[in-house]
């Protein structure tokens, strides 16, 4: 298997207002487990005034979540046409609001204050053969900042990633330890697979089990009791966490719940010792396969549970794009033997 073998690392500094925020760009290099092996002195210093962009990505986020209350739940129910057409219009809208994002993070980029880091990004990959993966990790304990899609910044897609070159672009609480991201060995994969209600085709787990190699690999629980999933988590020895269902973030940004059946959500805060256990026992990924889970992702990539890799998604999502990103992930990571960041920006 594949391993990424240099990472760039930008450090925000933690600020009340975000304006502006100090940065540094550090290198660190990882060995063929995954861990960090070295970390150099800073190679470059900014700035980011990022407030203005952040206040224009809550709104089209709320923007977003008032459109799917309203269009998305509706099934086989007939609707009214002027339903029908308002609901366009407002689509229209929030294309061309996201857009705007767009351009508005890539002119925060842009900015003179940012160029240090920019130029020391381009410098430190002088020496590395173009299609060699980048993994650009953002220490930052801001939600909102966790929640921009940096990735999809011109910078990131035209400019580092030119000539094909993959790059993942993650973000990480600013306290990064030096974690075991990967074991050389069959992955031992926990499959919860909870309340898919109302979904017009539900996920399997034979879409799941076929791409990898054993299905002994793969522990299964299908609209299993809280106690159930407590105590697997907690007792278990597995690589991988993969939970599909429908969920939701908490108010506060800082928790989320997953509906594990019919009936029983569960808080990942009130599992915080059963995944704690799970990380001690090896636990190394958590993939959250629902709607807005990035709330639960930050609880358990917080100080107090410490799982060193989550994929979530930012907003709700429908049931299409839900499956074929998780085909796309598991085809080119576990089938083909591509390493994560490769896999992720496939």
Request: proline share 4%; aromatic share 6%; with cysteine.
């Amino acid at each position: 298997m594949n391993y990424i073998r240099h990472i760039r690392i930008i450090d925000l500094t933690s600020s009340n207002n975000l304006t502006p925020l100090s940065a540094q760009l550090t290198v660190a290099t990882i060995d063929h487990l995954g861990a960090i092996t070295s970390r150099n002195h800073p190679t470059a210093k900014g700035s980011l005034n990022i407030a203005p962009v952040i206040a224009e990505n809550n709104k089209n986020t709320e923007d977003f979540k008032t459109l799917t209350t309203q269009a998305r739940y509706f099934g086989g129910l007939k609707l009214p046409e002027t339903m029908v057409q308002n609901a366009a219009n407002e689509s229209d809208i929030l294309k061309k609001n996201i857009s705007n994002l767009r351009d508005s993070l890539n002119l925060t980029l842009e900015q003179e204050s940012w160029k240090g880091i920019r130029e020391g990004l381009l410098r430190s990959l002088n020496g590395l053969h173009s299609q060699e993966p980048i993994r650009l990790v953002i220490l930052t304990d801001s939600y909102d900042i966790q929640a921009l899609s940096i990735e999809n910044t011109s910078f990131i897609t035209n400019i580092l990633g030119e000539q094909n070159r993959p790059v993942s672009v993650v973000f990480s609480p600013q306290q990064l330890e030096q974690k075991l991201i990967w074991h050389n060995h069959l992955p031992k994969i926990l499959l919860i697979l909870g309340n898919q209600q109302g979904i017009e085709a539900p996920i399997y787990f034979e879409e799941i089990e076929e791409y990898f190699r054993s299905a002994g690999m793969i522990t299964l629980l299908t609209t299993p009791s809280p106690e159930v999933v407590l105590s697997t988590i907690s007792d278990g020895e597995f690589d991988i966490i993969i939970i599909v269902g429908h969920s939701q973030m908490n108010d506060n940004g800082i928790d989320g719940q997953i509906g594990i059946n019919d009936l029983d959500r569960i808080s990942i805060q009130q599992y915080t010792q059963s995944f704690k256990n799970s990380v001690k026992n090896g636990l190394k990924l958590v993939i959250l396969a629902g709607c807005s889970s990035i709330g639960a992702a930050r609880a358990l990539a917080s100080s107090d549970i410490g799982v060193p890799n989550v994929i979530a998604f930012r907003v709700p999502v429908h049931y299409k794009v839900l499956r074929l990103f998780l085909q796309r992930l598991l085809k080119y990571w576990t089938f083909r033997s591509q390493c994560l960041e490769i896999a992720l920006t496939n």
